[in-house]
T-cell receptor, first 113, second 118 residues
Framework: AQSVTQPDIHITVSEGASLELRCNYSYGATPYLFWYVQSPGQGLQLLLKYFSGDTLVQGIKGFEAEFKRSQSSFNLRKPSVHWSDAAEYFCAVGAGTGNQFYFGTGTSLTVIP | GAVVSQHPSRVICKSGTSVKIECRSLDFQATTMFWYRQFPKQSLMLMATSNEGSKATYEQGVEKDKFLINHASLTLSTLTVTSAHPEDSSFYIC??????????????FGPGTRLLVL
């Protein structure tokens, strides 16, 4: 069965520092992988996605993620965090015949001045 | 980008009543829509997959008679929480898939509906 693990429940970084959010997945085939961001009381916004090809994908707001098949990982990175990046981040895998999404438990990001 | 709306954004109801939540794709036709439930500070849990013109496919553990889903058109899916109880209070989020944009695999999410059952 497919599953998504985000090991870090909460991360605090200083503004301007680099960021890496971890995501590991379990799926029998090559999955479709996504990162979404959710601000308080808001819906989800797509940051980036990986389907195939180049394993380093660029997204919006300066985010990037790297797919590593050998590690079953799809970690999200940003070289310099802004205060507006404080939010909840969800990794998701699209799987199954209907391409249902399965989400990780999320990582809450706090940015300190 | 693709826009998905939900109505209402917030609803409070009495225990035992039914509540209908609408999910609309505003600028594209969505043959498939999904319904999720999110508890406070938790992840989204897929409830069901809704295909236009056919019965919804429910995830294991989701009561079909409790959460009625209708996808009558390519731009509208509804979730009706029947005989709501306090434990049904949650944040309900829908998403829609636009096969013409972003690939078949990308889902666009609505802003969510917060349901509070008293």
């Amino acid at each position: 069965a497919q599953s998504v693990t985000q090991p870090d429940i909460h991360i605090t970084v200083s503004e301007g520092a680099s960021l890496e959010l971890r995501c590991n997945y379990s799926y029998g085939a090559t999955p479709y992988l996504f990162w979404y961001v959710q601000s308080p009381g808001q819906g989800l916004q797509l940051l980036l996605k990986y389907f195939s090809g180049d394993t380093l994908v660029q997204g919006i707001k300066g985010f990037e993620a790297e797919f590593k098949r050998s590690q079953s990982s799809f970690n999200l990175r940003k070289p310099s965090v802004h205060w507006s990046d404080a939010a909840e981040y969800f990794c998701a895998v699209g799987a199954g015949t209907g391409n249902q999404f399965y989400f990780g438990t999320g990582t809450s990001l706090t940015v300190i001045p | 980008g693709a826009v998905v709306s939900q109505h209402p954004s917030r609803v409070i109801c009495k225990s035992g009543t039914s509540v209908k939540i609408e999910c609309r794709s505003l600028d594209f036709q969505a043959t498939t829509m999904f319904w999720y439930r999110q508890f406070p500070k938790q992840s989204l849990m897929l409830m069901a997959t809704s295909n236009e013109g056919s019965k919804a496919t429910y995830e294991q553990g989701v009561e079909k008679d409790k959460f009625l889903i209708n996808h009558a058109s390519l731009t509208l899916s509804t979730l009706t929480v029947t005989s709501a109880h306090p434990e049904d209070s949650s944040f309900y989020i829908c998403s829609a898939r636009d096969p013409t944009r972003g690939g078949q695999e990308t889902q666009y999410f609505g802003p969510g509906t917060r349901l509070l059952v008293l």
